[in-house]
């Protein structure tokens, strides 16, 4: 007799093999409909069988041979199939892929978690139902992209795991191989923002300019709606509402770098302070995108790209030295000149120097560390709020900047109060 134990994972082994078979077969079958073309190959219920035949070959012969052979016989057969279909002028390869990708199913269901199953089968839904969005996304993708792609993966593959995990000075705890981790971090988290602005949101108003630009540099992005607010005739309220978002956007993802770092503790001592200036800056900027004349937005424009090798060089070098600047500074002057130094850093790149402060040993406790990236941000606001002022030269940004102002303010008092 079967052994109970063993009856339910084949159960729900086999179920979802026929599930999903079925499932892609309709899938193909609407994407044939919507398209107006005879792709040539199978139905629902050929896709389902052919699921359920590689999950019978699998179960009979574990060591897939029989599977293997299998495979080679449906693969000659849909050849066959398609060197028929090409003479008749049918060139589309689709539903023969699909084909070979559903007898797969049975394998992957019996010898592979059930997540990985269902990720397979959700790619290739995703593939077989989102062509208009395929299609605009592959006419508007860029050549340089791939260039760019290209660096990215030098970084994170080739560079990364070649470098030592060798510390890089007594007073920092991070090694080589951590310290470029963290790069890749920042750029990664950075290169998502800049991609989805770019390609999934490519009719991008100025609020999403500054909810998406914000999460990898709100300098920048104020400085780009700055200069927008001067030259635009349009609706300036919304632009100053996306100023105000921007910065919104630092608080989380700087909350966001600390907890993927590791740093708990320093994290959930910013939830307060991150907190009350997060809910203040959305709903300044709600108000303010109320004041809007009419519900149009201005198109913004397009932000720097973030993906550099360059500008990845130029972070590790700003880590080392904000953290050698941070070593000599605290045993000179204690913590009175990490808060001088923390609120001189705002007006520069606070990142590196947030993560720096983090890794190294200083002898300076969680509420002290906390203090510093408070005041980091609170001054590095003041810049921004500058830059407001400046760039656009439009008193309907002066709210704007006047938060960003008071932020600062109200930063340096939290940190007084707290004994920071």
């Not at 199913?105 to 208009?132: D, N, T």
């Amino acid at each position: 007799m079967p052994n109970p134990a063993l009856l339910s994972p084949l159960l729900v082994a086999f179920v979802a093999t026929t599930l999903f078979g079925f499932v892609i077969g309709l899938e193909l079958h609407s994407y044939r409909r919507a398209g107006g073309q005879d792709l040539g190959f199978g139905t629902t219920r050929t896709f389902t069988l052919l699921a359920v035949l590689g999950f019978a070959l699998t179960l009979l012969d574990p060591s897939l041979h029989l599977f293997g052979f299998g495979l080679i016989v449906v693969a000659a057969l849909l050849a066959l199939n398609y060197h028929t279909r090409l003479r008749a002028g049918q060139q589309s390869l689709l539903a023969t892929l699909i084909a070979l990708l559903v007898f797969l199913i049975g394998p992957l269901s019996l010898h592979q978690p059930m997540w990985l199953l269902i990720l397979y089968v959700v790619v290739i839904l995703l593939l077989l139902g989102e062509k208009p969005g395929i299609r605009r996304f592959s006419d508007a993708f860029r050549s340089s992209e791939a260039a760019t792609l290209a660096k990215f993966l030098i970084m994170a593959g080739l560079i990364l795991p070649l470098l030592p995990e060798r510390q890089i000075a007594p007073f920092l705890s991070v090694t080589y191989y951590q310290l470029w981790l963290a790069v890749i971090v920042v750029s990664g988290i950075s290169y998502l923002s800049y991609f989805a602005q770019t390609y999934f949101f490519p009719a991008r108003g100025a609020l999403l300019t500054g909810v998406l630009g914000g999460l990898y540099s709100s300098t920048a992005a104020t400085v780009v709606l700055g200069r927008q607010a001067r030259e635009s005739a349009g609706d300036v309220h919304t632009l100053a509402a996306a100023i105000v978002l921007a910065t919104a956007m630092m608080y989380l993802r700087l909350f966001s770098l600390i907890l993927i770092l590791g740093h708990e503790g320093v994290a959930w001592r910013l939830v307060t302070p991150f907190g009350l200036l997060l809910a203040g800056s959305i709903g300044l900027a709600w108000g303010m995108r109320r004041k809007s004349a009419d519900g149009a937005e201005s198109p913004a424009q397009t932000l720097r790209h973030p993906l550099e090798f360059s500008t990845a060089v130029l972070f590790a070098f700003l880590f080392v030295l904000f953290a050698a600047l941070t070593h000599w500074v605290i045993g000179h002057y204690g913590a009175a000149g990490l808060h001088a130094l923390s609120f001189a850093v705002g007006f520069t790149d606070i990142d590196p120097f947030i993560l720096s402060l983090l890794a190294g040993r200083f002898h300076v406790d969680q509420a002290g560390l906390a203090a510093a990236v408070i005041v980091a941000s609170g001054s590095n606001n003041l810049l921004k709020g500058l830059y407001a002022l400046a760039l656009s030269r439009n008193r309907h940004i002066l709210p704007a900047a006047t938060w960003l102002f008071a932020s600062c303010l109200l930063s340096l008092a939290y940190v007084f109060w707290h004994g920071g």
